[in-house]
């Protein structure tokens, strides 16, 4: 960079100064869109797998009796599609509990329904409502869940809040190169006549565009660099406070990012953007001068 100031004084060009804090609100803006869809396209994806082909059954306590459950059982082993049928004990059922209320479901003091989990083969079960009229012969009270309902409902929000995400990674991505750009054509202004000097000395319009290069992927790399930082500290905060208030959903979820090399892509991202914007700018302006 010394050597660049000797040649080129990119010191007094005032705009060059805020590149840095541009490319860093884009990066942190990015990341943090790209983190929360990554997260819940991971949660989305694990709930999908885990239960699309569960159904849960939920008999309230007061009509719970160990004949009518039974029934029940003997009802679903005999329906076509219907791999397991199985009774959870209470223990089981406080565990299922813990993401929605914590690790402190034993001092729960409310009478919990007996839950009956039901494994299916989807390509053979489909008619849920035929089984639903069957269950309620048994016990009219009884409460089928099918997890494919409420599942569509959450991949139908997932797909839209993963499409929210692409258009603010495109915005930022097209702000980001507005503002390289701006930034460089400001530089070019600032310092024509020293390129034109330079130009009158031998120097090729490919040695120039290298010097503005070097500066961007300098300032771009320092913008970059600590966008990213700030940006996963912020998401090691959230999943701190989220397992600390033992909402075991959401610190899951954003604590279990697999895939951090589509992260890392971010500002890599930001810094060839920067550097292939800045070459394009100055060798076109660089064509119109005379």
């Known amino acids: 960079m010394k050597q660049l100031r000797k040649e080129l004084p990119f010191d007094t060009d005032e705009v060059g100064r805020f590149l840095p804090w541009i490319i860093f609100f884009m990066v942190f803006l990015g990341l943090l869109a790209l983190a929360i869809t990554l997260s819940v396209s991971e949660s989305i994806n694990g709930w999908n797998k885990n239960l699309s082909s569960h159904i849960t059954i939920q008999v309230p306590p007061e009509t719970a009796s160990s004949n009518d459950l039974q029934k029940v059982i003997t009802v679903l082993k005999s329906t076509k599609g219907i791999k ?4 959870l004990d209470s223990s089981t059922k406080l565990t299922l509990m813990e993401p929605w209320l914590g690790k402190r479901t034993e001092n729960i003091s409310v009478l919990l329904p007996e839950v009956i989990d039901v494994e299916t083969d989807r390509n053979k079960f489909e ?6 009229l069957k269950l309620k012969k048994v016990i009219p009270e ?7 309902e409420w599942l569509m ?36 202004a600032v310092h024509t006549p020293i390129i034109n000097l330079l130009h009158l000395m031998g120097a090729k319009d490919t040695y120039i565009v290298n010097l503005f290069q070097l ?9 970059s660099l600590i966008g990213s930082v ?37 500002p890599l991202m930001a810094i060839v953007v920067s550097v292939v914007t800045t070459r394009r700018v100055v060798f076109r302006t660089l064509a119109r001068m005379p």
Request: charged share 15%; net charge positive; proline share 0%.
């Open 230 to 266: 700030s940006a996963f500290i912020v998401l090691y905060i959230f999943k701190t406070i989220a397992h600390d208030i033992e909402l075991s959903i959401y610190s899951e979820s954003i604590g279990s990012l697999n895939n951090w090399f589509v992260l890392i892509l971010v």
């Open 142 to 148: 009884i409460i089928v869940d099918d997890h494919r």
């Open 84 to 87: 397991k049928a199985q009774l």
């Open 127 to 132: 008619n849920i409502s035929e089984l639903k």
């Open 215 to 223: 500066r961007v992927l300098y300032l771009a790399i320092i913008g």
């Open 153 to 188: 409902r959450l991949i139908s929000a997932s797909e839209k809040i993963k499409a929210i995400s692409v258009a603010v990674l495109i915005l930022i991505g097209v702000i980001s190169v507005i503002s390289v750009m701006f930034a460089t054509k400001t530089g070019l």
